[in-house]
T-cell receptor
């Protein structure tokens, strides 16, 4: 089974702190994604990556950056955390094929609270 | 506004059928998906349908697609308490089918 592991289930940070959210997948997937999930808004794509050192902005990239130095690891960075970044963050990965071969596989999420 | 819309909440009795509805706006979507999220967990792919199909059945799950009305539904037969979860509808926005736009999610509560 594909495993997508997010390093923290819960994080509490202060406004202005730099925050790193880590995600690791063990299936050699090319594609990795960061979403945030807010009640009633569903999942919104922050950033994604099609390959090592490649990154593309999603729908809501403002206030975030990402790093993909190794294929299995995709990090989400909040340079200066703000209270409106309090949310559930979900990492996902997929291989390069279509959904029959490669649906999105999600981690269990990191609930970040910024105070 | 959202490109994919769902109602927020649905409550059914155990053993009844559940129908979760979704509307989307992008007529060029290639695939449409249903994901399930149980408490404290990430999203799990339940099923998907290619846009040139109008129905797909998989055990207790039936997906209906009305492309003209851009309406997708998920029917769960003989709903069980273990089906209680949030269900997300999603449409793909690329041909590979792995760039998704999600709806807001429908919370399904199954009463014993």
């Amino acid at each position: 089974d594909v495993k997508v592991t997010q390093s923290s289930r819960y994080l509490v940070k202060r406004t202005g702190e730099k925050v790193f959210l880590e995600c690791v997948q063990d299936m050699d997937h090319e594609n990795m994604f960061w979403y945030r999930q807010d009640p009633g808004l569903g999942l919104r794509l922050i950033y994604f990556s099609y390959d090592v050192k490649m990154k593309e902005k999603g729908d809501i990239p403002e206030g975030y950056s990402v790093s993909r130095e190794k294929k299995e690891r995709f990090s989400l960075i909040l340079e200066s955390a703000s209270t409106n970044q309090t949310s559930m963050y979900l990492c996902a990965s997929s291989s390069g094929g279509g959904p029959r071969d490669s649906p999105l596989h999600f981690g269990n999420g990191t609930r970040l609270t910024v105070t | 506004g959202e490109d994919v819309e769902q109602s927020l909440f649905l409550s059914v009795r155990e053993g009844d059928s559940s129908v979760i509805n979704c509307t989307y706006t992008d007529s060029s979507s290639t695939y449409l998906y249903w994901y399930k999220q149980e408490p404290g967990a990430g999203l799990q792919l339940l099923t998907y349908i290619f846009s040139n199909m109008d129905m797909k059945q998989d055990q207790r799950l039936t997906v209906l697609l009305n492309k003209k009305d851009k309406h997708l539904s998920l029917r769960i037969a003989d709903t069980q308490t273990g089906d209680s979860a949030i269900y997300f509808c999603a449409e793909s926005i690329n041909n590979a089918g792995n760039m998704l736009t999600f709806g807001g999610g429908t919370r399904l509560m199954v009463k014993p």
